[in-house]
């Protein structure tokens, strides 16, 4: 009986091994799941764009905390200046008024000019009575104008705390702006990097193709018909300064005058010829005046894309000059090559 108990258990162990060795091998023998299919040439050269793009609209978050943090800063050494002179000026008028009650105390009470009001002389009361009103004027502009000095020394306090307060919200713009660029760039150049030689060379291919099929477009759509080109003086010194810098790399942040960036070149090319601009694309859409495409002329600026994060000048003949992106010098291309968002004007 109990040899029948044993065999029974061994058979049954057996079978449970046998079950579970089975189970195992079909769980080690089920297949992988198929790798992500690989993407185009043409999907990789849309997402690097699209992660450069992305850059550009964190470069103009960056440049424009960083123009405003400047301006902060110098309002701030302006309010330091004013709270310092309004110091003093209180000091001064504190000592002007304390010099005046030690005068009126070493008289018994009363100053040199109450005291003649006394006299039994007409001349020399009628010279007090004027002299009083005259003292009472002055104490009273006196008492007045430390008054005014304390309350601007006050509002000038608070404005640059207030001052003090925007230039650190700009810094934390300007880092965290500055880690979104170089995320983008990082993720772009691995993009890039994972790509061989020929594909890098094709990639570069299409995007020419893409940029000469969006300028033949654009010429055809007949938009620079009847266009004019006459330009200003100040217009020729800037497209001058600018087709200078063609060969220059691209770095973001960069204003010149080894590299730059879209905007930092449009600035400084202004800057050359006399005319200050503001220091992004974006600003520059917002408040430069607005022009027609077909009154453009040499020396426009074309903002580029929806949410106009790109900017290049127009040079004539339906060419622009621009500082295309990381990895790029400065340099000629197609006005209608990339999405137009419309045409500012620096200088009338």
Same mark, same amino acid.
């Given at each position: 009986?109990?040899?029948?108990?044993?065999?029974?258990?061994?058979?049954?162990?057996?079978?449970?091994?046998?079950?579970?060795?089975?189970?195992?091998?079909?769980?080690?023998?089920?297949?992988?799941?198929?790798?992500?299919?690989?993407?185009?040439?043409?999907?990789?050269?849309?997402?690097?764009?699209?992660?450069?793009?992305?850059?550009?609209?964190?470069?103009?978050?960056?440049?424009?905390?960083?123009?405003?943090?400047?301006?902060?800063?110098?309002?701030?050494?302006?309010?330091?200046?004013?709270?310092? !002179?309004?110091?003093?000026?209180?000091?001064?008028?504190?000592?002007?008024?304390?010099?005046?009650?030690? !005068?009126?105390?070493?008289?018994?009470?009363?100053?040199?000019?109450?005291?003649?009001?006394?006299?039994?002389?007409?001349?020399?009361?009628?010279?007090?009575?004027?002299?009083?009103?005259?003292?009472?004027?002055?104490?009273?502009?006196?008492?007045?104008?430390?008054?005014?000095?304390?309350?601007?020394?006050?509002?000038?306090?608070?404005?640059?705390?207030?001052?003090?307060?925007?230039?650190?919200?700009?810094?934390?713009?300007?880092?965290?702006?500055?880690?979104?660029?170089?995320?983008?760039?990082?993720?772009?150049?691995?993009?890039?990097?994972?790509?061989?030689?020929?594909?890098?060379?094709?990639?570069?291919?299409?995007?020419?193709?893409?940029?000469?099929?969006?300028?033949?477009?654009?010429?055809?759509?007949?938009?620079?018909?009847?266009?004019?080109?006459?330009?200003?003086?100040?217009?020729?010194?800037?497209?001058?300064?600018?087709?200078?810098?063609?060969?220059?790399?691209?770095?973001?942040?960069?204003?010149?005058?080894?590299?730059?960036?879209?905007?930092?070149?449009?600035?400084?090319?202004?800057?050359?010829?006399?005319?200050?601009?503001?220091?992004?694309?974006?600003?520059?859409?917002?408040?430069?005046?607005?022009?027609?495409?077909?009154?453009?002329?040499?020396?426009?600026?074309?903002?580029?894309?929806?949410?106009?994060?790109?900017?290049?000048?127009?040079?004539?003949?339906?060419?622009?000059?621009?500082?295309?992106?990381?990895?790029?010098?400065?340099?000629?291309?197609?006005?209608?090559?990339?999405?137009?968002?419309?045409?500012?004007?620096?200088?009338?």
């Amino acid at each position: 009986m109990n040899r029948r108990r044993s065999a029974t258990a061994a058979i049954t162990v057996a079978c449970a091994l046998t079950v579970l060795g089975t189970s195992m091998q079909t769980a080690y023998a089920a297949p992988l799941p198929p790798p992500p299919p690989k993407k185009s040439l043409e999907e990789v050269r849309k997402e690097i764009d699209g992660l450069y793009r992305k850059a550009a609209v964190a470069t103009d978050a960056y440049n424009l905390a960083e123009e405003r943090a400047e301006q902060q800063s110098a309002e701030i050494v302006r309010l330091a200046k004013a709270i310092v !002179a309004g110091q003093a000026r209180i000091d001064d008028l504190k000592a002007r008024a304390g010099a005046a009650a030690r !005068a009126q105390y070493r008289g018994g009470g009363l100053p040199p000019e109450a005291q003649l009001v006394l006299t039994d002389d007409p001349q020399l009361f009628l010279d007090g009575a004027g002299r009083i009103r005259q003292g009472q004027k002055a104490t009273k502009d006196l008492i007045a104008e430390l008054t005014r000095t304390q309350g601007e020394l006050r509002t000038y306090t608070k404005d640059a705390s207030t001052e003090w307060t925007k230039l650190e919200a700009n810094r934390v713009r300007q880092a965290k702006a500055k880690k979104d660029i170089n995320d983008k760039i990082a993720a772009a150049k691995k993009l890039e990097s994972q790509l061989e030689a020929a594909e890098l060379a094709r990639l570069l291919k299409l995007e020419e193709q893409e940029q000469y099929k969006k300028q033949n477009d654009w010429l055809k759509s007949g938009v620079l018909k009847g266009l004019k080109g006459a330009t200003t003086e100040q217009g020729k010194a800037a497209v001058a300064f600018a087709t200078k810098q063609i060969g220059k790399p691209y770095v973001w942040g960069a204003e010149g005058p080894g590299s730059y960036d879209c905007s930092g070149l449009t600035q400084s090319a202004w800057a050359a010829a006399g005319r200050g601009i503001p220091r992004t694309s974006q600003e520059q859409w917002r408040l430069l005046p607005r022009v027609d495409i077909k009154d453009m002329r040499p020396g426009d600026l074309i903002i580029y894309y929806k949410d106009a994060s790109h900017v290049g000048m127009y040079v004539g003949g339906g060419a622009m000059v621009h500082a295309p992106r990381p990895g790029r010098n400065v340099t000629m291309a197609g006005a209608g090559s990339m999405e137009i968002l419309g045409v500012v004007r620096p200088a009338s």
